[in-house]
């Protein structure tokens, strides 16, 4: 199976940027959906940004413009750059892969890392 693992993550101030990666590896299908979700305490899981399987880009009006997903295929890893970043992105963020229906979120995805911590104060 695909593994995942998260890094990037730390604090920052309110308007700050920061960049996660994940590195993927294992049984690595091109026709999975890639994406970032994040969790913070006692809320639910939300996605916020999926590369489906044939290339479109999908992000929550919540961070629409402000995050950007991508992938390096050569290097095997995933990256979500935050811009503008608010307090209310403080979350445990997440690299996930898994097949997808069109109208998917990453949070629907289960194969996931171990998690990367993201705190704006």
């Known amino acids: 199976h695909v593994q995942l693992v998260e890094s990037g993550g730390g604090s920052v101030q309110a308007g700050g940027s920061l960049r996660l990666s994940c590195e993927i590896s294992g049984y690595i299908m091109s026709s999975y959906c890639y994406g970032w979700f994040r969790q913070a305490p006692s809320k639910e899981r939300e996605g916020v940004a999926l590369?489906?399987?044939?290339?479109?880009?999908s992000y929550p009006d919540s961070v629409k413009g402000r995050f950007t997903i991508s992938r390096d295929s050569t290097k095997n890893t995933l990256y979500l750059q935050m811009n503008s970043l608010k307090p209310e992105d403080t979350a445990m963020y997440y690299c996930?892969?898994?097949?997808?229906?069109?109208?998917?979120?990453?949070?629907?995805?289960?194969?996931r890392g171990q998690g990367t911590q993201v705190t704006v104060s």
């Open positions: 996930a892969a898994d097949w997808c229906w069109p109208d998917a979120s990453a949070a629907d995805l289960t194969n």
């Open positions: 590369i489906h399987n044939d290339g479109r880009i």
